[in-house]
């Protein structure tokens, strides 16, 4: 049913659209159709807006969360099944630990050396104290490798070194020497060019007492080598023919180390048994000789022998006095 003129006057009105009373009806009516376009468009507009903005807002959103590290969805979804995890081992649904494998113990020492030790090791007796005379034979015999190995003795002290008069040192010629060809240097001004050049071509290095001076620079390079000259070695002196023969014939130094043991060269392999037992007999009466007066008691805890790379042998401290 077509609206009369006065109600098109009041619907222009409720618009808020300004009409001449006086215009026509169809005149009227366009005003009011105008009006109602325009404001579609208004709408459509704002609606277009407000998803343009939403759909910018996610897609910030979007990359604020990427960008985040800890908080990008697949750090979140992590985060849940971690999360969840918790939350059913809690409850007791989580399934049960599994156990951890067996650890496998270490072999023993012995069993990890090689095939021709654990063959000369089977010739000594496990916690037997041979007579110092029977481990001397038994050094000789297992030994295996190929050159002409070093029979050594380790003297365990009663001894603290960290205590000056309990520091045992000296020096002694062994009787049958120490089976190694010593090359023995001189101190002196050509010798000193040599150690300038980083030069180190002898075994024992002797000097007189006023030359001592000028060795005292080279002290870092030669003392960590155990070259340089001592009284107590007897490479300091005045007779320097006696030392150097000294030198040859077989002098050995010895020093208990931190824990209290001596470790000593006493000759070679190829020695005979009466030659070893010579040079091990005055090394322990060296080591006796030197005993500190506060010590009391045992001065001796333990003595070993072995060869280079081979087995250790226990020496009864009943067959050394």
């Given at each position: ?132 005379a029977e481990a001397l034979d038994l050094a000789q ?47 002196s001004d050509e010798l000193l060019a040599k150690l ?12 007189t007492p006023d030359f001592m001076p000028k060795l ?106």
């Amino acid at each position: 049913m077509a609206k009369t003129k006065k109600e098109l006057l009041e619907e222009a009105t409720a618009l808020g659209i300004e009409v001449d009373p006086k215009s026509k009806l169809a005149e009227i009516k366009q005003q009011i159709e105008t009006h109602g376009e325009a404001a579609g468009d208004t709408e459509n507009e704002a609606v277009s807006n407000e998803e343009t903005t939403e759909e910018t807002s996610e897609e910030s959103a979007e990359v604020k969360t990427a960008k985040a590290g800890k908080r990008s969805a697949k750090a979140l979804a992590e985060a849940g099944e971690k999360q969840a995890k918790e939350e059913r081992k809690a409850s007791g649904e989580e399934a049960e630990v599994k156990p951890k494998p067996p650890v496998t113990p270490t072999r023993p020492r012995s069993e990890r050396r090689g095939k021709q030790f654990r063959k000369r090791a089977e010739l000594i007796e496990k916690d037997k104290h041979y007579s110092l005379a029977e481990a001397l034979d038994l050094a000789q015999k297992s030994s295996y490798v190929k050159f002409d190995a070093t029979v050594e003795m380790h003297i365990n002290l009663d001894v603290d070194p960290r205590h000056a008069d309990q520091n045992v040192r000296d020096s002694l010629v062994l009787p049958a020497g120490t089976g190694k060809k010593v090359k023995v240097a001189v101190a002196s001004d050509e010798l000193l060019a040599k150690l300038d050049k980083g030069t180190i071509d002898f075994d024992v290095l002797v000097a007189t007492p006023d030359f001592m001076p000028k060795l005292g620079k080279y002290a870092r390079v030669l003392g960590p080598r155990g070259l340089m000259p001592n009284p107590k070695s007897g490479t300091v002196t005045t007779d320097v023919d006696k030392a150097i023969a000294e030198a040859q014939a077989g002098r050995v130094e010895y020093r208990v180390d931190t824990t209290g043991i001596i470790h000593l060269g006493v000759g070679k392999v190829s020695f005979t048994s009466t030659q070893l037992l010579q040079n091990s007999q005055a090394v322990l009466t060296s080591v006796k000789t030197n005993k500190p007066q506060s010590v009391k008691g045992n001065y001796f805890k333990a003595i070993h022998l072995t060869t280079t790379m081979g087995p250790s042998i226990s020496v009864d401290l009943a067959s050394t006095n």
